[in-house]
């Protein structure tokens, strides 16, 4: 990374401080998530649901987005006796690993196929209980914040793009995050250089255990992890990138420019992927739960054979038998293509229901893949 950036973004860091703590959107409240969660959280409590909820209490603005709920999925499993896998879960998760982050990668995605699988098996139609590669890694740096740090890959995206960090850091299923962890490492490595910085925040966060009654928030962040992430996350939330002193031509060639900008939109396609995704497993969930209704033994009407009775239905094929004649057919398209017809109209419509759910599925694949594809050419 080059350090005439980091330092110009820190320095914008600093400027817009007091702006950045205003009550409504404090950025002191990541410290007053992570101090309430190292402190609560304790696995082998005997009630671990209580425990959790405690836990994550006041990390809610981190780990929720849009209408996924995270949180209430887990709540859910431990409700819904699952309560001991999902301690497992956690226990897998949080295992000591000496530092090697490939492996603790893995382990998000173990953690991932566990709880996901659950979730699949008990509330198949809560796509908003789903936990995610993101929430999973903040869960991780909420419990252990000296050894992880929190992630939003588009913030790290555009991060990345600036200060020339050159390793891929990636999104979702393909994210490496080895790599993000040593870009953080090297902000934290720029940050003890930044006395004035770390004092600014010292003062800011003891004020603010003042006000909510929690004086370990200002030393609850000794590795500078949660203010690495705060920096990534509000460089990006906050467009530090337009800010002229960002722009000068002294510090940025041309060349170099066309690169930043093609990692800001890198980092504009991850946040559209991650809504995009949000959207597909709620059409997903809704297109899984629609059943086909079932006709068998009831009379149909075909425009070429005339009155005839189905004598079968298999899943989406159908035997109908008319006056001396056996056909099959398969739905929907039968029914949208008006070869059989019905006296009750609620079959068409529960047909016409259930192909604009296949289209919109359709649709949100391509627009996946199509975000995928521009992705790989910001590469």
Known sequence: MIDDRLKVIVNIYMAKYDELTKEEHDVRDKWAAVSSCVKKWAPDADDFETMFDAAMKKAGFLLEHGDAHPLEGIRFLCRNGKKEEVRRAFEDLMQRDNGEIDDRQVRVQRFLETVNGMLDELAPMEWHYKQRTRTVIKYMALIRPQEN????????????????????????????????????????????????????????????????????????????????????????????????????????????????????????????????????????????????????????????????????????????????????????AAILKGYLSFEDESILQKCRDMEALHEKRRALEAKLTSIDVQLQLLE
């Open 149 to 332: 740090y929190f992630l939003r890959a588009s913030a790290a995206a555009a991060f990345a793009g600036y200060t020339d960090f050159d390793d891929e850091i990636g999104y979702d299923k393909f994210l490496r995050l080895r790599n993000y962890y040593h870009m953080c490492d090297e902000l934290v490595e720029y940050l003890h250089t930044r006395e004035d910085l770390q004092q600014l925040v010292l003062n800011a966060l003891e004020e603010k255990g003042k006000q909510i009654g929690d004086a370990d928030i200002a030393h609850i962040d000794p590795a500078m992890h949660v203010l690495a992430f705060d920096i990534i996350d509000s460089a990006y939330r906050y467009d530090f990138y337009s800010d002229k002193s960002a722009n000068r031509k002294s510090k940025i060639s041309t060349v170099a420019k066309r690169k930043i900008d093609r990692m800001q939109n890198k980092a504009s396609l991850i946040d559209e992927r991650e809504d995009v995704v949000d959207l597909f497993d709620e059409i997903d969930a809704l297109d899984k739960s629609s059943h086909i209704p079932d006709l068998a033994g009831m009379k149909t009407v075909h425009a070429a054979y005339g009155e005839g009775v189905i004598t079968e239905q298999d899943g989406r094929y159908l035997t109908v038998e008319f006056e001396g004649l056996k056909k099959k057919f398969a739905l929907p």
